[in-house]
């Protein structure tokens, strides 16, 4: 369990990592958007392949992948509808980070319990499994520091939300090698199929068009690259 723990908070980590790169140089606008642009592109890769491709292969066609992403997909909408609020009262910098953070928690959690899970089947973690873990989350914090950096918010503040979700994705990760083992496919087909729900949901109402607003049409390609880059880190996972 602790090396499940482990790996988790490692994955983890770079959202840390994120909010101190904009702390030591605030990115351009166009730059972040490309940055954006391209973590989405890495995020479309592992909805498609590494969350709902594996649901569908653990459920053999039952329900609960279609349960489980509808699910993910509604408790960001509901979750984001709360945190837009805020931005009705003129923080929609604020709101637009705190968005991100979300779609960060809702697919973190899911993900690294099913890393602690698969650490738990195979004894070991693959280094392409955690460099698109790594790679995933990077620019999701970059953005979103952005965002509330913007908004006022103080880089204490930030860096202590980005350690707290680095730290609840450990945990979960721990709780998946410790509570999943014995799950059955319908509930591991859920568990994987709310974190894409949730994170589509979040890449097409947050990051993919704020991603278009900063870097204008090059962020299409930058969203190309990423998805590629991903496919092929899946790749590399799935030979090893």
Same mark, same amino acid.
């Given at each position: 369990?602790?090396?499940?723990?482990?790996?988790?908070?490692?994955?983890?980590?770079?959202? /840390?990592? %994120?909010?101190?790169?904009?702390? /030591?140089?605030?990115?351009?606008?166009?730059?972040? %958007?490309? $940055?954006?642009?391209? =973590?989405?592109?890495?995020?479309?890769?592992? !909805?498609?392949?590494?969350?709902?491709?594996?649901? @569908?292969?653990?459920?053999?066609?039952?329900?609960?992948?279609?349960?489980?992403?509808?699910?993910?997909? *509604?408790?960001?909408?509901?979750?984001?509808?709360?945190?837009?609020?805020?931005?009705?009262?003129?923080?929609?910098?604020?709101?637009?980070?705190l968005?991100i !953070?979300?779609?960060?928690?809702?697919?973190?959690? +899911?993900?690294?319990? !099913?890393?602690? *899970?698969? $650490? @738990?089947?195979? =004894?070991? $973690?693959?280094?392409?499994?955690? !460099?698109?873990?790594? $790679?995933? &989350?990077?620019?999701?914090?970059?953005?979103?520091?952005?965002?509330?950096?913007?908004?006022?918010?103080?880089?204490?503040?930030?860096?202590?939300?980005?350690?707290?979700?680095?730290?609840?994705?450990?945990?979960?990760?721990?709780? =998946?090698?410790?509570?999943?083992?014995?799950?059955? +496919?319908?509930?591991?087909?859920?568990?994987?199929?709310?974190?894409? %729900?949730?994170?589509?949901?979040?890449?097409?109402?947050?990051?993919? +068009?704020?991603?278009?607003?900063?870097?204008?049409? +090059?962020? =299409?390609?930058?969203?190309?690259?990423?998805?590629?880059?991903?496919?092929?880190? &899946?790749g590399?996972?799935?030979? %090893?």
């Open positions: 369990m602790s090396e499940a723990f482990l790996w988790g908070l490692i994955g983890g980590s770079s959202l /840390v990592l %994120g909010a101190l790169v904009v702390f /030591v140089h605030r990115l351009a606008k166009r730059s972040l %958007g490309l $940055i954006m642009g391209f =973590g989405a592109g890495v995020l479309l890769s592992a !909805v498609s392949f590494e969350l709902i491709d594996e649901a @569908l292969t653990v459920s053999s066609g039952e329900g609960a992948t279609v349960l489980g992403f509808f699910s993910g997909a *509604l408790m960001f909408y509901l979750g984001d509808s709360a945190i837009a609020r805020i931005g009705k009262k003129g923080d929609e910098e604020g709101s637009s980070g968005s !953070v979300l779609g960060t928690v809702l697919d973190g959690i +899911p993900e690294s319990a !099913v890393l602690g *899970l698969t $650490i @738990l089947q195979t =004894g070991s $973690i693959g280094i392409s499994m955690l !460099v698109a873990v790594f $790679i995933s &989350n990077l620019p999701e914090a970059i953005g979103a520091s952005s965002s509330l950096l913007k908004s006022g918010w103080a880089r204490s503040r930030i860096l202590a939300l980005w350690i707290g979700v680095a730290l609840v994705s450990a945990v979960a990760a721990a709780a =998946g090698y410790a509570l999943l083992a014995d799950a059955s +496919p319908k509930t591991l087909a859920f568990v994987l199929a709310f974190a894409a %729900g949730a994170i589509l949901t979040m890449l097409s109402t947050t990051m993919i +068009p704020e991603a278009f607003e900063d870097a204008k049409r +090059p962020v =299409g390609l930058a969203t190309t690259l990423g998805f590629a880059v991903a496919l092929a880190i &899946n590399l996972a799935a030979s %090893g």
